[in-house]
C-alpha cells in the first residue's frame, strides 16, 4: 500500500515541461502510450474511415443478394406448381381456341346467330355483318342485329347466344318500345345489339399481318418530332 501510494506521488510530482527526468518505466510507459494512440488514431483515419463505405456498400449489397437468394429459393420450391399451372393455363387456352371457328365454320355461326334470335321467338329487322378486325392472333367478326318482340323473348336469345358451341359476344345493347301504333302488343319491343364473333387466325394470316404491324409502328414514330439539340 505504502509504495502504491509512493508512485502516485511521483507521478504527481512529474514535471511535464521535463519528461527527461522522469522514472525510466514512467517514460517506458507513456512512449507506450503514444504509439498506441499514434496508431489507433492512424488506422482510424487511414484505413477504417476510407473503408467504412466499403463495407456499408458490402452489407446492402449482401442484404439484397439474400432478398435474391431467397425469392429464387422460393420459386424453386414452387416450380412444380407453376409447371402444373402454366400446363393447365395451356390446355384452357388451347379449350378456348378450339371455340374459335375458322373461315369456313363461320358462315354456318352466322346461320346459327340469325336462327338464335327466331328460335327466341323475335322478329328479325337487321342482320348485317361488318367487316372483319384482324388482332394479333385472331380476327373479330362484328355483326349488327335489330330485333323486336317482348322482353322475356330477348332474355332467350340472350340465353341462346351464350349456349352456342362458339364464342359469341353482345356489345351496345340498346332495348327501346317499338312505338308502332298499330301493333296488337304495345308492350313490343325493339332490340338494337352488336354481336361480334371471332375467328382464329392461320399460320398463313398470322405471318401476313406481321409486317403490316411493324409498319403501322414504324409510321408511328416517324411521326414523332425528334427533340432540337439542347432541349430536354
Do not use: C
Not at 18 to 42: E, H, K, M, N, Q
Not at 62 to 83: D, F, P
Not at 136 to 154: N, S, V, W
Amino acid at each position: 500500500m505504502n509504495k502504491l501510494q509512493a508512485l502516485f506521488d511521483q507521478l504527481r510530482n512529474l514535471d511535464p515541461n521535463d519528461p527527461g527526468r522522469w522514472p525510466v518505466a514512467v517514460r517506458i510507459a507513456t512512449v507506450a502510450l503514444l504509439f498506441v494512440l499514434v496508431t489507433a488514431s492512424g488506422y482510424y483515419f487511414l484505413v477504417w474511415k476510407k473503408q467504412r463505405p466499403i463495407l456499408l456498400e458490402a452489407r446492402a449489397e449482401e442484404g439484397q443478394l439474400m432478398e435474391s437468394l431467397s425469392t429464387k429459393a422460393r420459386r424453386a420450391a414452387n416450380l412444380e406448381a407453376y409447371r402444373q399451372q402454366l400446363a393447365e393455363m395451356e390446355k384452357s387456352f388451347g379449350a378456348m381456341l378450339r371455340q374459335l371457328p375458322n373461315k369456313t365454320e363461320v358462315p354456318n355461326l352466322l346461320v346459327d346467330i340469325s336462327q338464335t334470335g327466331l328460335a327466341a321467338g323475335l322478329e328479325e329487322k337487321l342482320f348485317q355483318p361488318q367487316g372483319e378486325n384482324k388482332k394479333d392472333f385472331y380476327a373479330e367478326l362484328p355483326i349488327k342485329i335489330r330485333l323486336t318482340g317482348g322482353y322475356h323473348e330477348m332474355g332467350k336469345f340472350a340465353s341462346g347466344i351464350a349456349a352456342l358451341p362458339r364464342i359469341v359476344t353482345l356489345h351496345d345493347i340498346e332495348i327501346t318500345p317499338t312505338g308502332n301504333r298499330g301493333a296488337l302488343d304495345p308492350t313490343e319491343l325493339t332490340l338494337n345489339v352488336t354481336a361480334k364473333t371471332y375467328r382464329y387466325l392461320d399460320d398463313e394470316e398470322q405471318a401476313a399481318e406481321e409486317p403490316k404491324g411493324k409498319a403501322k409502328k414504324k409510321d408511328r414514330n416517324k411521326g414523332k418530332k425528334k427533340p432540337a439539340a439542347g432541349e430536354a
